[in-house]
């Protein structure tokens, strides 16, 4: 670009754009156009190099253009830094400052209007059937929910048989929550323990549920956040907890779901039946006619379904399938997530042979029957 025509257009911000990009072998330098309200006409891009702006009153646009520029044509490339950081540093140092201190009363505003808005969910809900929590959430809340402001009853995912498979949530709750309510204390104490946990414990079984329940809930009535742990896998799904939930739930407190390890998801993840339909019985009847029709029931639906039963009554149960329906396929799964675990498939028969050669009936058993016969 021609000095005189740069020194022109620099002197008089209404010089056309057209002009600007005119020039000779200098006007092959870029120029880049942004938004900025510049303050000096000079800005060091490289050494030996400097940017002449020009900047109109009327817009916000700016054209850099880029010329070598010899120290006797003009400003250095150091003197082109020191310039424009001497000139600008106090003007950038107030509007920083300003910002600062909105973004600062801006979180404030957000943090009181979320105490605002759980203060407000307790003294409405208090006491009714229904609970609405508050629609503002903070994206740096912890790793539980804590936008409610009532206690709150956490039901707990724990391990099948390897401790590791805790989840990362589940352990932060079972730390943060006041009491844990457990299907066996010994039991849930082997995990706690696993993961240095330090709680007060209080039993919720199957036997004593209808007991417990109302305790637990005047707990909660005093502020107390409660984990609820079944033995191994997911609460209620064969568990105790249902019962606990109602009556949580009925008194108008939340009940939040931490979900986790389950040996019905488990063992369905490597089945590769057909189908897309899986039906959960958990255990059957123990007595011989009502067990044996509930079964007879199941088969005649032609859909995949899963029972889990004791080392104890195992092979009576394959013996039960096998005279049922001898071409049915099965998936056994067997401790599983533990150090033994074994999924064999095969006809009940197939399984029975397996189990007894073996000599491997020992550990809780689930079973995952096909919906459609051999071949």
């Known amino acids: 670009m021609n000095m005189n025509l740069a020194s022109r257009s620099l002197e008089n911000p209404g010089y056309s754009k057209a002009a600007l990009f005119q020039g000779g072998a200098a006007g092959r330098a870029v120029p880049v156009s942004v938004r900025f309200a510049a303050a000096c006409r000079v800005f060091t891009v490289a050494p030996g190099a400097a940017v002449y702006i020009h900047e109109s009153i009327f817009s916000s646009a700016v054209d850099y253009r880029v010329n070598p520029l010899s120290p006797a044509e003009g400003m250095t490339a150091k003197g082109a830094f020191r310039c424009f ?73 724990t391990p099948i048989g390897n401790l590791q498979d805790m989840t990362y949530r589940a352990v932060e709750v079972l730390k943060e929550v006041d009491v844990i309510a457990c299907e066996d204390t010994r039991q849930s104490a082997k995990v706690l323990n696993h993961y240095g946990i330090r709680k007060h414990l209080i039993s919720c079984r199957a036997r004593n549920e209808k007991q417990s329940a109302p305790g637990i809930l005047k707990l909660m009535e005093e502020g107390k956040d409660i984990a609820y742990v079944s033995d191994a896998g997911t609460p209620v799904l064969s568990d105790p907890g249902r019962l606990l939930v109602r009556t949580v739930r009925d008194a108008g407190f939340p009940v939040i779901p931490l979900p986790g390890v389950s040996a019905f998801s488990t063992l369905i993840s490597v089945c590769g039946f057909p189908g897309k339909t899986y039906h959960f019985e958990g255990f059957l009847p123990q007595k011989g006619a009502k067990r044996k029709k509930r079964l007879a029931d199941l088969l005649e639906r032609e859909e995949s379904f899963m029972v889990y039963e004791s080392p104890f009554r195992i092979l009576k149960l394959l ?31 197939m399984l029975i042979n397996h189990l007894e050669t073996e000599n491997h009936v020992k550990g809780e058993f689930a079973i995952l029957v096909s919906g459609e016969k051999k071949g």
């Open 85 to 157: 950081f001497k000139s600008r540093i106090k003007a950038f140092s107030i509007p920083l400052f300003i910002v600062g201190i909105a973004a600062f009363v801006s979180g404030c505003g957000d943090y009181q209007k979320q105490k605002y808005c759980q203060k407000q969910d307790y003294y409405n809900n208090f006491g009714n059937q229904q609970y609405t929590p508050c629609s503002f959430t903070r994206q740096d809340a912890p790793i539980h929910n804590t936008i409610y402001s009532m206690a709150t009853l956490y039901m707990v995912a």
């Open 319 to 349: 013996q039960e399938l096998s005279e049922l329906d001898s071409e049915r396929i099965c998936l056994l799964g067997r401790e599983m997530t533990k150090k033994f675990e074994e999924y064999p498939e095969g006809t009940a028969d």
